[in-house]
């Protein structure tokens, strides 16, 4: 295998302007699955400003300050429990049939606790009691390994876990059901709708190409602040803290930190992320414009990345994609710091079925961020590609051709780039999602020069 870096266009893909809308009824069957798998009588879904995805993908409804509970239950029965503030933002739920239901101890301190201060209280008003069943779904799960307790123990706040735990009157009643939304392999945010797939192809678009234009316009002399916001935000919500890091020969780049006012200067390392719910959008490389010794390490990486789109297809599992991947890297020196792919929705990491040894398969609907971060790097030395792919078998891909045509055809775009210009046949199953796929330039400074098959 042959890796050259060449000037190579990046046609225009078209950004998407709008993000399609999750129709109602699909909110309703999520609820609904969601509820008839835990198989209690009450399913309990926690939410917060930083742990909002899965009541997101149940109701289109996030908290923007506070806590909130989502209360499922028999009949349909469709609670939102929110503080002082997000009870007036309830109404954007995609949701139908939401009762809203005031309890102000979810609110920030210092407000109102004067009307319905009580958290138990409320939920002996909606209908939970002793002798009840309750799931409760938290922002992750634990495996066994992790825990040795008598009793379940849960990613919420505790004062959540005790109230429900004194409604029911048995604390065994209360169990974690976090793995119905979040299973690595049959979680029901793992495996998504064509409606969902739709919304997520316009955020991962559009935080590639917010990346792209950083990487395009970084100059010498620029401060990172004025690097970073040649990405044009726009205001789409952020599934993370936009980064940007740079730092000199024989300093690190502490890839997680957003800008601050450093300026650039040649030869220095550097990195930038974006992340909208959906997809997230990655590019580290090296300051200048050309380095003999940097080169061939990005081609080393390449190659770990050409064997990621070759070995990933429906049906394979998590475990062969992670050996694969780290053979191929390996092979040119290189190891990876986390999984070479993950999961991706609201929030930035969902889960991931790419593990060491995993059985676990990749599965039509699955959206995914190929995200493979090389290690060791010497020096200043940084490098990273990330973008969003989704698998997608001959039923859903027709599906989404016919329901969002637009989303199709850019899809299509992005496939016949790869296989012209990168030089990489993707098999029918991958649908990418970026508005750069599979362009990597390793030097900012020639950032028209793209690694590529020869």
Known sequence: MTITLRPILLPDFEVPHFRPEIPADIYASRADTAYAQAGKDW????????????????TGFEPRFEEALLILGKGGRRVLVTGNESQSYAPLAG?????????????????????????????????????????????????????????????????????????????????????????PENGLRAVVDVHEIAAMEWAAARASAAVWRIVQGAREGDNEFLAASRMDYAGEPLSCHVMFASASPAA?????????????????????????????????????????????????????LIAWYDVADIGVTGGEMFARVTEALNAG???????????????????????????????????????????????????????????????????????????????????????????VELKPCLLPMSHAPLALPPFWLASDKLLSLA
Not at 143 to 160: D, I, K, M, S
Not at 256 to 284: E, F, H, I, M, Q
Not at 369 to 388: F, G
Request: contains cysteine; proline residues 6%.
């Open 252 to 304: 690190p780049v502490i890839g997680l930190r957003s800008p601050n006012g450093r300026t650039l200067r040649k030869d220095d390392g550097v990195t930038t992320a974006v992340g909208y719910w959906g997809g997230l959008s990655c590019r580290a490389g090296l300051f200048t414009d050309h380095n003999d010794a940097f080169l061939d390490l990005a081609k080393a990486y390449f190659k770990g």
């Open 95 to 183: 949701l139908a049939g939401i009762e809203v239901v005031l309890c102000q101890t979810l609110s920030l301190m210092g407000q109102t606790r004067a009307d319905k201060p009580n958290l138990e209280d409320m939920l002996g008003e909606i209908g939970l009691g002793k002798g009840d069943t309750i799931g409760l779904v938290g922002w992750k799960y634990l495996g066994p390994e992790e825990w040795r307790g008598p009793l379940p123990t849960f990613q919420v706040p505790a004062f959540v876990v005790d109230t429900l735990r004194a409604v029911a009157g048995d604390p065994k009643a209360v169990t974690d059901a976090t793995s119905i939304l979040m299973h």
């Open 333 to 423: 020196g290189i190891d990876q710091a986390l999984n070479p792919g993950h999961l991706v929705g609201h929030d930035e990491w969902v889960h991931t079925p790419v593990r060491p040894d995993s059985t676990e398969k990749l599965r039509s609907g699955m959206p995914f961020q190929v995200d493979i971060i090389p290690v060791p790097m010497k020096d200043n030395w940084t490098l990273n590609h990330e973008d969003s792919v989704t698998f997608a078998d001959d039923a859903l891909r027709q599906q989404l051709k016919s329901l969002y045509p637009a989303v199709h055809v850019r899809i299509e775009a992005r496939r016949a780039f790869i296989r012209q210009e990168i030089g």
């Open 43 to 58: 399913l309990v879904v926690y939410a917060d400003r930083e742990h909002l995805a899965n009541m997101a993908f149940l």
